[in-house]
């Protein structure tokens, strides 16, 4: 996706990193090409030689376990550059022991880690104070959301009512409450059995594409992070 800039030897070497999990994440503002556009311009502006834009689309941020991310470490641990820059802390990081290894081991190879929304450069003993203290309160802010979302997920359970605009796949509305739906029962039962089995998610999501299965929207595509949430919601709502 990137072309290398020119620049001096004495120019630092910075590669980027994007990510969304779902392709739908492109109308919330921060899809890979706006990510990577920020990226372009504040490399110019901080006057870095951007060699690379490293992508993963439509993947999870639950683990570091990714082909960008892989990759990325690859190139530090290769000591390709001076600098990783990335739009906003959870396109890499969703827990702050990651946050922390991840960084710690880039300042051992003389990497500095800058991240655009929250003005962070591990660079300076200032910018790693805060760097400390952002992950640290986005994982809590991420935990206390997904505790908001299991307790009313597990009313959802009690009562069977809806919660929210969209209905959970599995599940249709009638007169304002979920009614299992049994075609999509049987899918998510096939999927649930696949995964146990060891099928990743990505391959599922391939699986139920080229089988032409639609989605609730009744689209025909689907992405790993929709079975992910697939086999969440199994834990949350009624079976049939």
């Given at each position: 996706m990137a072309t290398q800039q020119t620049g001096t030897t004495n120019t630092p070497r910075a590669i980027g990193y994007i990510r969304v999990s779902t392709a739908g994440q492109a109308s919330e503002g921060i899809s890979l090409e706006a990510q990577e556009t920020r990226i372009r311009a504040y490399c110019?502006?901080?006057?870095?030689?951007?060699?690379?834009?490293?992508?993963?689309?439509?993947?999870?941020?639950?683990?570091?376990?990714?082909?960008?991310?892989?990759?990325?470490?690859?190139?530090?641990?290769?000591?390709?550059?001076?600098?990783?820059?990335?739009?906003?802390?959870?396109?890499?990081?969703?827990?702050?022991?990651?946050?922390?290894?991840?960084?710690?081991?880039?300042?051992?190879?003389?990497?500095?880690?800058?991240?655009?929304?929250?003005?962070?450069?591990?660079?300076?003993?200032?910018?790693?104070?805060?760097?400390?203290?952002?992950?640290?309160?986005?994982?809590?802010?991420?935990?206390?959301?997904?505790?908001?979302?299991?307790?009313?997920?597990?009313?959802?359970r009690r009562t069977g009512t809806q919660i929210g605009n969209r209905t959970p796949y599995g599940y249709d509305v009638v007169e304002g409450r979920l009614v299992p739906n049994a075609a999509e029962q049987a899918v998510i039962a096939e999927v649930t059995t696949q995964y146990a089995a060891g099928i990743g998610v990505h391959r599922l999501a391939r699986l139920l594409t080229e089988r032409g299965v639609p989605t609730k929207e009744g689209k025909g595509r689907w992405y790993p992070a929709q079975i992910q949430r697939l086999l969440h919601r199994v834990e949350c709502y009624p079976t049939a």
């Open positions: 110019t502006l901080q006057g870095y030689r951007l060699l690379d834009v490293i992508v993963d689309a439509g993947e999870s941020g639950k683990s570091l376990n990714r082909p960008g991310v892989q990759q990325l470490l690859q190139q530090v641990q290769a000591k390709a550059c001076e600098v990783v820059v990335i739009h906003k802390l959870d396109r890499l990081f969703r827990n702050t022991q990651d946050a922390l290894n991840t960084t710690q081991d880039f300042a051992k190879r003389g990497v500095a880690l800058c991240s655009i929304s929250e003005q962070l450069d591990t660079s300076t003993p200032m910018g790693k104070f805060f760097f400390t203290i952002t992950a640290a309160y986005a994982e809590m802010e991420r935990a206390m959301i997904a505790e908001r979302t299991r307790v009313a997920l597990a009313h959802t």
